[in-house]
């Protein structure tokens, strides 16, 4: 799977490294999401569901496969 | 035909009203009449509260004359000359406002704050179990800790905090003249320009500081500073609170809870959602013609969002009206939705998960002073609560 992370539209509540912070992190100069691993195994699709089922700015997309 | 008074007090401490409930189920977009006699909309399903918070076309500026106050009288116009606060702002102003503070509460910052809170709640228990018994403790515990937090968060003198506290109490309160929180926000605009400006000739190292530095205007610092300290004691000291009761009234779980600190988060997160305090908080005031579950709002109207309501339905939570500690739902709406969600909110976790593991373990005897029935629950305020929970322990 693929993540695509949208900075743009990100506000920092910091759901997505709650649910996922192997995938997930928030730079430290200003709070914006960013990704640690574009392409995380299977194995992650449950916890990365989660971070985009959360995510208060709805700026995290999966394209699976 | 007049719509229904919406109820605003809870019947129940741990469950929304019978009429929330009911509108949720008859579609969740529902006509309602506020307590100033203005109809408005109210919302009570999550799906539908997270679309309009989602959704541009809602603006959260509490000055809109439209906006869905519950207050019985309009609120007061805003002063002249004082800057909007970040929870009122829209595109595109918001999106910069908030980005300037983030970094503030990221979850690693937050977590490198864990052990000072740590010490601030020891100290406070201490305190307390040198004081007389029983105690109060939203005195000694709720409201004590998270205003210290936020105090050394924003470099506030926490001997101000009486001021500051009363204040606010006002402030939330639903039968609050307009005139007198008007005068009261007044009140906390002043002080803490002064302590802005002090901050101005002697920066310290501190949030309200570090913005300055940045080069953030006095205005636009004194407004942070004002929603940050206002909306990081109360909120959290309710929650505090609401939590040691609901605990203590279930020995069984609790002593399931305190026996793995790692099962503590999902907890917190649970009761945040059982408890939906600030359940009026995501209201809304349509600036478009939108639809919105089958419904047309039309521009200028309000939209009160039941956000309890909403985190009680059991097609979204099964068994919603029952605590289930280890639920490990986070998908509710205790810190709203959209880019207005928490900006405190991994500081309120970090908080609530330090205060009810470390009361429990160092106080295991503790317990109500009176019959949880003769609790005064915060029906008169805008954010659920309890004004004071008596509690003892034994020696």
């Not at chain 2, 793995?260 to 917190?268: H, K, L, N, S, Y």
């Not at chain 2, 317990?367 to 509690?391: C, M, N, Q, W």
């Amino acid at each position: 799977m693929k993540i695509l992370l949208d900075e743009e539209k990100c506000v920092g509540a910091g759901q997505c490294v709650l649910a996922a912070d192997d995938v997930f992190d928030q730079r430290d100069s200003d709070g914006i999401a960013v990704l640690l691993d574009e392409n995380p195994g299977e194995e992650r699709l449950g916890a990365v569901e989660t971070a985009a089922q959360l995510c208060p700015a709805q700026a995290i997309r999966i394209e699976k496969g | 035909m007049t719509a229904p008074a919406l109820q605003i007090a809870r019947e129940c401490p741990y469950a929304p009203p019978a009429q929330h409930v009911e509108m949720r189920e008859n579609g969740g977009v529902s006509r309602v009449r506020l307590p100033s006699g203005k109809e408005a909309w109210a919302v009570s399903r999550l799906d539908l509260i997270r679309e309009m918070l989602s959704d541009p076309r809602f603006s959260s500026d509490r000055d809109n004359p439209d906006y869905p106050a519950l207050t019985t009288e309009p609120p007061p116009p805003p002063s002249a000359g004082s800057r909007k606060l970040l929870i009122q702002l829209d595109p595109p102003d918001h999106a910069p406002a908030r980005r300037a503070v983030i970094s503030e509460f990221t979850i690693r910052r937050m977590a490198a704050l864990k052990p000072r809170i740590q010490e601030i709640v020891d100290e406070r228990i201490d305190a307390m179990l040198a004081g007389p018994r029983p105690a109060d403790l939203v005195e000694a515990l709720s409201l004590a800790v998270p205003s210290l937090v936020i105090c050394e968060l924003l470099g506030v003198p926490y001997t101000d905090h009486e001021f500051f506290q009363t204040r606010t109490a006002a402030i939330l309160h639903r039968d609050t003249p307009p005139r007198e929180r008007g005068a009261t926000y007044a009140a906390l605009r002043a002080y803490l320009t002064e302590l802005v400006c002090g901050k101005v000739r002697e920066p310290g190292d501190d949030v309200l500081s570090r913005q300055l530095a940045a080069g953030a205007d006095t205005e636009d610092v004194v407004a942070l500073a004002l929603l940050l300290l206002v909306a990081g004691h109360e909120t959290t000291a309710n929650m505090i609170s609401l939590g040691v009761l609901t605990l203590l009234e279930r020995p069984e779980r609790l002593a399931w809870l305190i026996a793995d600190p790692a099962r503590m988060p999902e907890a917190v997160e649970e009761l945040l959602r059982y408890f939906t305090i600030v359940e009026y908080g995501n209201s809304r005031v349509a600036t478009a013609d939108v639809e919105l579950g089958g419904v047309l709002i039309r521009a200028g109207e309000g939209v009160v969002s039941l956000s309890n309501t909403a985190d009680h339905d059991p097609e979204v939570f099964p068994d919603a009206d029952e605590l289930k500690l280890d639920r490990g739902a986070r998908n509710h709406l205790a810190f709203g939705f959209g880019p207005h969600q928490c900006l405190g909110q991994n500081l309120a976790r970090a908080e609530l998960d330090v205060v009810f593991t470390t009361l429990f373990r160092r106080v295991p005897t503790l317990r109500l002073a009176v019959p949880a029935d003769e609790l005064p629950f915060k029906s008169d305020a805008t954010i659920y609560g309890i004004h004071r929970l008596p509690v003892t322990w034994d020696e």
